[in-house]
């Protein structure tokens, strides 16, 4: 299209396309090696039940630590992962470590592992978890998989049958990022997963624009009458988290409480996290 613009204007785009072109590349090529290098690891972040008051596990989120570019975000790299073929390893290494490390938490603690689409595509997927789940030796009951909309634009039967044989191991299914998918609310009846993650975006603008605040209070209420618990994603204040309190979410997860923290930190926010939170605010004021 860029040519059929005239000259001008393919001139004007090249250096861009071709940046943004070379950093892909130059990506790709170091993503192919990173594993065998070593350079993944993993953060945690808390995630808090509201009505137990208290810390009741962690999402994992990994982490590209590139020798020259320094913390890669996910993502940024996680598609090209996805593209290249190599998102199967690496989601393997990541629900094997996970699982290795939540081993060493108390008892009560559960485990969330974010799914890419196409790694849940792969017809060994559930062969995958359970090989984790058995090395590890964690309880199933402990894992809860979150898993986005987009597994459901391919083959609704192999993601329903891939669904159903992961329950049947006692693994727990969320719904991450809910509410910003293209797909229709119908998935929702055909599989009952066991949580729904209202998306950040909601969370942001619960506390000030009404259409967010509704689709908040919708998603709720959807969940309690489908027997799923809720969870918000991305509080950041305490004026979200009482409102999401307030709307009888069941679990909040955000900055408020912690940032991700890599695994020398997890035994801390524990400590920290286990009696109730206190806002920094409260906290300073307190002391
Ligand atoms: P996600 O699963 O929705 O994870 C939540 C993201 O929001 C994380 O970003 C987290 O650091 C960030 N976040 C948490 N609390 C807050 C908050 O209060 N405010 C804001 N603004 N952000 C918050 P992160 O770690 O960069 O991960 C981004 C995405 O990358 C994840 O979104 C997930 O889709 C993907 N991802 C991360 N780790 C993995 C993985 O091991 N496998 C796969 N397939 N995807 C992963
Ligand atoms: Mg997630
Ligand atoms: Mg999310
Ligand atoms: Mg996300």
Same mark, same amino acid.
């Given at each position: 299209?860029?040519?059929?613009?005239?000259?001008?204007?393919?001139?004007?785009?090249?250096? *861009?396309?071709?940046? +943004?072109?070379?950093?892909? $590349?130059?990506? &790709? =090529?170091?993503?192919? @090696?990173?594993?065998?290098?070593?350079?993944?690891?993993?953060?945690?972040?808390?995630?808090?039940?509201?009505?137990?008051?208290?810390?009741?596990?962690?999402?994992?989120?990994?982490?590209?630590?590139?020798?020259?570019?320094?913390?890669?975000?996910?993502?940024?790299?996680?598609?090209?992962?996805?593209?290249?073929?190599?998102?199967?390893?690496?989601?393997?290494?990541?629900?094997?470590?996970?699982?290795?490390?939540?081993?060493?938490?108390?008892?009560?603690?559960?485990?969330?592992?974010?799914?890419?689409?196409?790694?849940?595509?792969?017809?060994?997927?559930?062969?995958?978890?359970?090989? *984790?789940?058995?090395? +590890?030796?964690?309880?199933? $009951?402990?894992? &809860? =998989?979150?898993?986005? @909309?987009?597994?459901?634009?391919?083959?609704?039967?192999?993601?329903?049958?891939?669904?159903?044989?992961?329950?049947?191991?006692?693994?727990?299914?969320?719904?991450?990022?809910?509410?910003?998918?293209?797909?229709?609310?119908?998935?929702?009846?055909?599989?009952?997963?066991?949580?729904?993650?209202?998306?950040?975006?909601?969370?942001?603008?619960?506390?000030?624009?009404?259409?967010?605040?509704?689709?908040?209070?919708?998603?709720?209420?959807?969940?309690?009458?489908?027997?799923?618990?809720?969870?918000?994603?991305?509080?950041?204040?305490?004026?979200?988290?009482?409102?999401?309190?307030?709307?009888?979410?069941?679990?909040?997860?955000?900055?408020?409480?912690?940032?991700?923290?890599?695994?020398? @930190?997890?035994?801390?926010?524990?400590?920290?996290?286990?009696?109730?939170?206190?806002?920094?605010?409260?906290?300073?004021?307190?002391?």
């Amino acid at each position: 299209r860029a040519k059929m613009e005239g000259r001008g204007t393919w001139r004007f785009f090249e250096p *861009a396309m071709d940046a +943004s072109l070379q950093r892909r $590349r130059a990506i &790709e =090529l170091d993503l192919r @090696e990173a594993m065998v290098k070593d350079e993944f690891s993993l953060f945690y972040q808390p995630l808090y039940d509201l009505h137990l008051d208290r810390i009741c596990g962690f999402e994992a989120l990994l982490r590209w630590h590139h020798p020259k570019r320094g913390l890669v975000p996910p993502d940024q790299f996680i598609p090209i992962a996805e593209e290249i073929g190599l998102i199967g390893p690496l989601g393997e290494w990541v629900l094997n470590r996970a699982c290795e490390q939540a081993t060493t938490w108390p008892s009560e603690m559960k485990l969330a592992v974010n799914v890419s689409a196409v790694q849940f595509r792969d017809a060994d997927f559930t062969d995958v978890v359970v090989g *984790a789940l058995a090395t +590890s030796k964690l309880s199933p $009951r402990r894992l &809860e =998989l979150e898993i986005t @909309e987009s597994v459901f634009l391919a083959n609704s039967n192999e993601t329903l049958a891939t669904l159903h044989k992961l329950k049947a191991q006692g693994v727990r299914i969320a719904l991450d990022d809910f509410g910003t998918g293209y797909s229709s609310l119908s998935y929702l009846r055909s599989f009952p997963f066991d949580k729904l993650k209202i998306d950040k975006s909601f969370v942001r603008d619960a506390t000030a624009t009404h259409g967010s605040k509704s689709i908040v209070r919708a998603v709720i209420s959807l969940g309690r009458s489908l027997g799923m618990t809720t969870i918000a994603e991305g509080i950041e204040t305490v004026e979200q988290l009482d409102h999401m309190r307030a709307e009888g979410c069941n679990e909040a997860q955000g900055f408020l409480f912690s940032h991700p923290v890599p695994v020398t @930190e997890i035994a801390a926010k524990i400590l920290e996290l286990r009696n109730g939170f206190k806002p920094a605010s409260v906290k300073a004021m307190a002391s």
